[in-house]
């Protein structure tokens, strides 16, 4: 079975633009997550999407979005980008009972 | 105070040696336990999950869970350089998956 799969992987954008993040879960997972991962700050929750519907929401501004398509797969979307967004943006899907989740390789954003 | 708290180390320890990383939490609800190694640059890959307390063991590596003490650790046995990485533990409520920050650990060959 194919993991979690991540795109871009690597991503370089400016102060003000936006970015879209895509993330592919692992087949016949309904819930993803998002989390943005730090040196300093370590991960942190930003949102979980279950059946097209965020379920949960953590404590980011509104510049952070997301969405979830009928196939499971899901976007995040980042606009007005800041420098501090540089970081690494994970995508984890997890199954039916939800004991565990399943991350991909992530989306290195860096912000200049 | 976070929901799952986790020495951030660094920890340095010799090849062969047994390692033990420990996380402590404070929400009664959580049922299930994780660990995953994260290796630079990379995103974490699960390493076990235990459901409740008590132990469960996977080759070299076994993870327990007191729940009476609110207590989660992970050891290694004949630990080896290609364990080098940051381990995070993780604990869910069936709803919400909250995180450690993270030990790094380095093995010396």
């Known amino acids: 079975k194919a993991g979690v799969t991540q795109t871009p992987r690597y991503l370089i954008k400016t102060r003000g633009q936006q970015v879209t993040l895509s993330c592919s879960p692992i087949?016949?997972?309904?819930?993803v997550s998002w989390y943005q991962q730090t040196p300093g700050q370590g991960l942190q929750f930003l949102f979980e999407?279950?059946?097209?519907?965020?379920?949960n929401k953590g404590n980011f501004p509104g510049r952070f979005s997301g969405r979830q398509f009928s196939n499971s797969r899901s976007e995040m979307n980042v606009s007005t980008l800041e420098l501090g967004d540089s970081a690494l943006y994970l995508c984890?899907?997890?199954?039916?009972?939800?004991?565990?989740?399943?991350f991909g390789p992530g989306t290195r954003l860096l912000v200049l | 105070q976070k929901e799952v708290e986790q020495d951030p180390g660094p920890l340095s320890v010799p090849e062969g040696a047994i390692v033990s990383l420990n996380c402590t939490y404070s929400n009664s609800a959580f049922q299930y336990f994780m660990w995953y190694r994260q290796y630079s640059r990379k995103g974490p890959e699960l390493l076990m999950y235990?459901?409740?307390?008590g132990n469960k063991e996977d080759g070299r590596f076994t993870a327990q869970v007191d729940k009476s003490s609110k207590y989660i650790s992970l050891f290694i046995r004949d630990s080896q350089p290609s364990d080098s990485a940051t381990y995070l533990c993780a604990a869910n409520t069936g709803n919400q998956f909250y995180f450690g920050t993270g030990t790094s650990l380095t093995v010396i060959p």
């Open positions: 087949s016949g997972h309904r819930s």
């Open positions: 984890a899907s997890s199954g039916g009972l939800q004991e565990t989740q399943y």
């Open positions: 235990t459901y409740s307390s």
């Open positions: 999407y279950f059946s097209e519907t965020q379920r």
